[in-house]
């Protein structure tokens, strides 16, 4: 029973199944229907490239295709970001249209916090574009 709970909680708290889901729309190749799909919402990104608002990247994240309802928190947790430094959500947003722009791949992972609520964008080798964006806060979780 009790890994019941830890495993509920890595589902939760730790963000699998929204990493999943921006890895199924954004970790792909152009000609994809996902990737295609969120190619035509690339203007979405600006305003919260402009503003680091997390509404504003929750909405380009919806326009994008995303399913952003499959985690109640997950607003909760873009905005624990935006308050943490108001930076973390323009480089998302950065990176995305960035990514889209350039038709490259942008694989998302998490880090532990320990002291780094930041997320950090980084150009890898093969041209795809990696966003590394911190667990969820235990605030947020059950």
């Avoid at 509920?8 to 970790?27: K, Y």
């Avoid at 919402?41 to 380009?60: Q, S, V």
């Avoid at 308050?83 to 889209?100: H, P, S, T, V």
Wanted: aromatic share 6%; net charge neutral; proline share 8%.
């Amino acid at each position: 029973m009790g890994s019941g709970f830890v495993g509920a909680r890595r589902i939760l708290c730790e963000g699998d199944d929204i990493v999943g889901a921006l890895n199924d729309v954004f970790d792909k190749q152009p000609g994809d229907p996902k990737y295609d799909e969120a190619m035509k919402a690339i203007d979405a990104f600006t305003l919260p490239i402009n503003t680091g608002n997390p509404k504003h990247l929750l909405g380009a994240y919806m326009a994008a295709g995303v399913q952003v309802t499959s985690w109640p928190h997950w607003e909760d947790y873009l905005v624990s970001l935006a308050a943490g430094d108001a930076d973390n959500i323009k480089k998302i947003a950065r990176a995305r249209r960035e990514g889209l722009a350039a038709s490259k791949k942008m694989k998302t992972k998490r880090h532990p916090p320990g002291g780094d609520h930041t997320v950090h964008k980084t150009n890898k080798p093969d041209g795809s574009i990696e966003i590394d964006s911190p667990f969820t806060p235990d605030s947020l979780c059950p």
